[in-house]
């Protein structure tokens, strides 16, 4: 297959014009067998329900080109059980395990040329997403269904790659107790885009978000996860109902026990024992692994192991994971699914 002509070594994580998206639609209670359709628009209602009340949610997910020119994906299962917690969240009808895997696999093979060729660093970036989209104008569930995936390559998430990164802490809350912070729905992060423009305004990458109820412990680090490794060589990172339960850092809690040997726990991360850590980061399908240099909290900069350099626990997992993720380093049972 030939690769389209792009710079893959000089990508960000930015929107490209995309030639063929996956389409299914729900109606009269079922969803139609799915295709694959030219473009990168879709027609929907002024009514529908995604545009007014956020009846909207989404996953990300990322293909690997391997060395012996192979694309997989990484443990795909996961994103699809995730999408149907949030989808039951917002009232919409859930897609089964299956159709979502093979959907990806769809799109994967249809803009096969996008995908980045092994060596670049850069992947195939995965962005399957669930929509009420019928006519509708009532504050209630919508009576049509959109399933849609589109996929582009992308770079680094945060700029400059795999180097250290500085946040703030965030005054405002991206989730609310008890509200839709473990589900991936568009709202959560129309609220975070405030927050996200004053930290970049003041200098920040992004900022870390605390929990909403007591506003003493971490919660999240911008669009992807927190985690710490202490003085005593333990991974932690939070443990609490209004995070999003990614994926990455569930696949970082195993890396860290059964490759790395280390104790590995979900737990409370209070704020003011922040300096109990040598080294942290943030983790995600975009941000992969992202070294945290430094952290602004109430009139104080705690630095990390370094702002310039990524320290040496943190670089063991990353390249664990990414070796996982591209083939070259042996992964868990189950993680892998070749397209
Ligand atoms: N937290 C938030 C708020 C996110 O948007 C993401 C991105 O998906 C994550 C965490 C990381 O989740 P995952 O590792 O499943 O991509
Ligand atoms: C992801 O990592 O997949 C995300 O969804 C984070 C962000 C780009 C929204």
Redesign the pocket.
Known sequence: MEKANIKWDELG?SYQYVDNIYVSYWKDGKWDEGKIQQGDRINISVGATALHYGQEC????KAYSTKDGEIQLFRPDMNAKRLQDSCRRLLMPEIPVEKFIDACKQVVKANEKYVPPYGTGATY?IRPFVIGCGDNIGVGPAPEYLFCIFGIPVGP?FKGGFKPVSMTTAKYDRAAPHGTGAA?VGGN?AGSLLPHKIANEEGYSDCIYLDPATHTKIEEAG??NFFGITKDNKFITPDSPSILPSITRNSLLTVARDYLGMEAIEGEILMDDIDQFTEVGAC????VVAPIGSIYYKGKEHIFHSKEEAGPVITKLYETLYGIQFGDVKAPEGWIVKV
């Open positions: 994580f989404f996953e990300g997910l970036y998430y991936k992060y669009a992807a995600g399908t975009a941000a």
